[in-house]
């Protein structure tokens, strides 16, 4: 090489990458049709790839560089949808989040054992039901079975169907508690499902006063079911008891009257506009359920003329407790459950067992979204 102004000079054979991109270069090829530059580029390549540079070959400053791109798949998967919050509230709850110690089953009565959670749901007309039923995290970490138990049932077809959705809680620290919460259900949804005709018709026909009577007296006769049970059991009526809470949804359309009524403690709240209403009965117009004996409260009554955007929530005191006494809660799931569009079963079933320290009862919940 020479020495010009203090820079080397490559040679002319040398000069590799400006005779690439010269185009008055000829045609080396056994082709008569010109090369493309691309072309040109892998003759360089394949060559350079088969003799190495000679020691010291200066490479010049302005020589352009070929970034090296990552390879991008055509179709990336959509990311996983971030996990709710396991808990809410001043700190993380005493229990462990999921199922340890499964209840005993007596050896003769296995068929009497409940799972640890229940899921349903359904859609008929202008709204759209989520219901669940989980064991607290006390009761988890005892090894107790869950007192809380839910029933959904239909009866009927068509706009003339009747759905059902009642929860019950047996009593605290009775060991046939989940028992007697289970016939609870079972007797007020033979009750129901033999009037549902007429109770389909007064709910088109908003025949409040006929509703409250028949549902009134469906209650009676199911707690004094209830009662006779306790006796074939030998068990005390306050112990083989229950609170009975039911929702009557008609399948109709047309029609928007929803129907709350039952006895014992828990909770009814509208969620509308973005903001929760707790629109629980009071006691003091109520009056006992028709029974003989004691009877787990009084008997309530409600009825509601949904909107479109609503969202009805009926629970059981594990959800209600929380949810009145934690704002955090209270506003996590209004976020959640506001609008048209119900969750999936799976998001509902994640979003009614965000715990609250110093709240581990079972949790029972019923929502309803309307269209």
């Keep these: 090489m020479s020495q010009q102004r203090g820079r080397p000079t490559?040679?002319?054979?040398?000069?590799w990458w400006g005779q690439l991109y010269d185009v008055s270069t000829g045609?080396?090829?056994p082709s008569t049709a010109p090369d493309s530059l691309d072309d040109r580029f892998a003759s360089v390549r394949n060559t350079v790839r088969e003799r190495p540079d000679p020691p010291g070959f200066p490479v010049p400053p302005d020589t352009p560089t070929l970034p090296i791109l990552p390879v991008v798949p055509a179709r990336r998967p959509a990311p996983e949808p971030a996990a709710g919050p396991d808990y809410v509230g001043s700190g993380p709850p005493t229990y462990d989040p999921e199922p340890t110690v499964l209840p005993a089953a007596g050896p003769g009565e296995p068929d009497e054992s409940v799972a640890d959670t229940v899921l349903d749901g359904a859609r008929y007309g202008s709204w759209t039901l989520r219901s669940v039923s989980s064991r607290g995290d006390s009761a988890r970490y005892r090894g107790e079975p869950r007192r809380d138990a839910v029933l959904t049932a239909r009866f009927g077809s068509g706009e003339h169907a009747l759905v059902l959705v009642s929860m019950a809680t047996g009593a605290r620290t009775t060991p046939q508690a989940h028992l007697a919460a289970a016939e609870a259900c079972r007797w007020i949804g033979r009750a129901v499902g033999r009037s549902h005709r007429r109770l389909a018709e007064d709910l088109r026909a908003a025949r409040r006063a006929d509703l409250k009577a028949g549902l009134h007296r469906l209650t009676g006769?199911?707690?004094?079911?209830?009662?006779?049970?306790?006796?074939?059991?030998?068990a005390e009526p306050g112990e083989y008891t229950a609170t009975l809470r039911c929702l009557l949804l008609p399948a109709d359309p047309r029609c928007r009257t929803r129907v709350f009524f039952g006895v014992g403690e828990?909770?009814?709240?509208?969620?509308?506009?973005?903001a929760w209403?707790?629109?629980e009965p009071g006691e003091a117009?109520?009056?006992p359920p028709e029974s003989p004996g004691p009877a787990p409260g009084p008997f309530r009554f409600q009825v509601s003329l949904a909107r479109p955007g609503d969202a009805l929530l009926m629970c059981t005191p594990g959800l209600a407790e929380p949810l009145?006494?934690?704002?955090?809660?209270?506003?996590?799931?209004?976020r959640r459950w506001s609008g048209r569009r119900a969750p999936g079963l799976a998001a509902f079933l994640a979003d009614a067992r965000?715990?609250?320290k110093g709240y581990a009862d079972d949790r029972t919940a019923a929502a309803v979204w309307e269209a």
């Design 266 to 274: 828990g909770g009814l709240f509208l969620l509308r506009d973005g």
């Design 10 to 15: 490559a040679r002319p054979e040398d000069d």
């Design 277 to 279: 209403r707790d629109i």
């Design 285 to 287: 117009d109520e009056e």
């Design 27 to 29: 045609d080396t090829g």
């Design 221 to 234: 006769r199911s707690l004094g079911r209830l009662r006779a049970s306790a006796a074939e059991r030998g």
């Design 324 to 334: 009145r006494g934690e704002p955090a809660l209270s506003a996590y799931l209004s």
């Design 354 to 356: 965000v715990r609250v």
